[in-house]
T-cell receptor, first 113, second 116 residues
């Protein structure tokens, strides 16, 4: 069964600084990979996804992520963080051909002035 | 495209009562999913439907939980004899099935349940 690890529970970044959120997955082949963002009390909004092809994927709000098969990672990056980016970020995987998403425990991003 | 909607957004109930939540998926999405999210955790899969057929259920879905999607459109999730451990955010998502290509699930705002 697939699993996801997000090793950072909390991250604090200064506004305007760069951001990288880590995600490692466990799966025997290449899974489908997703990053979602959740604001307090809200549902999940899709930031970006990887199914196949180019390993660097662009998403909304200036986010990007890179799939690295050798490291079983799918880290999320943003070159310059805005205060409105403060939220909880979830990495998720799905096995091709299966419908359920398996989520990590999330990383809470705090943005300092 | 109005997005996935869920009703109610919040529910407070006493232990032992039954509760029912509703989810309206994005129109033309034939797949519908329910997830549960507890504090400090990521969402956990409960069940999913393709059209009106319930195709997979998690072991998390005890016999007190039942989900339906009678006409392949909206879905309901009922919890009977609620327990304090049922307190969580219940999230609904929908997607359109594709052949050979990955799908994207779009989530609703969730229903937050508190069992006293």
């Amino acid at each position: 069964a697939q699993s996801v690890t997000q090793p950072d529970i909390h991250i604090t970044v200064s506004e305007g600084a760069s951001l990288e959120l880590r995600c490692n997955y466990s799966y025997g082949a290449t899974p489908y990979l997703f990053w979602y963002v959740q604001s307090p009390g809200q549902g999940l909004q899709l930031l970006l996804k990887y199914f196949s092809g180019d390993t660097l994927v662009q998403g909304i709000k200036g986010f990007e992520a890179e799939f690295k098969r050798s490291q079983s990672s799918f880290n999320l990056r943003k070159p310059s963080v805005h205060w409105s980016d403060a939220a909880e970020y979830f990495c998720a995987v799905a096995a091709p051909g299966f419908q359920k998403l398996v989520f990590g425990t999330g990383t809470r991003l705090l943005v300092s002035p | 495209d109005t997005g996935v909607s869920q009703d109610p957004r919040h529910k407070i109930t006493k232990r032992g009562q039954n509760v029912t939540f509703r989810c309206d998926p994005i129109s033309e999405h034939n797949r519908l999913y329910w997830y549960r999210q507890t504090l400090g955790q990521g969402p956990e899969f409960l069940t999913y439907f393709q059209n009106e057929a319930q195709l997979e259920k998690s072991r998390l879905l005890s016999d007190r939980f039942s989900a339906e999607r009678p006409k392949g459109s909206f879905s309901t999730l009922e919890i009977q004899r609620t327990e304090q451990g049922d307190s969580a955010m219940y999230l609904c998502a929908s997607s359109r099935s594709t052949s050979g290509i990955g799908e994207t699930q779009y989530f609703g705002p969730g229903t937050r349940l508190l069992v006293l």
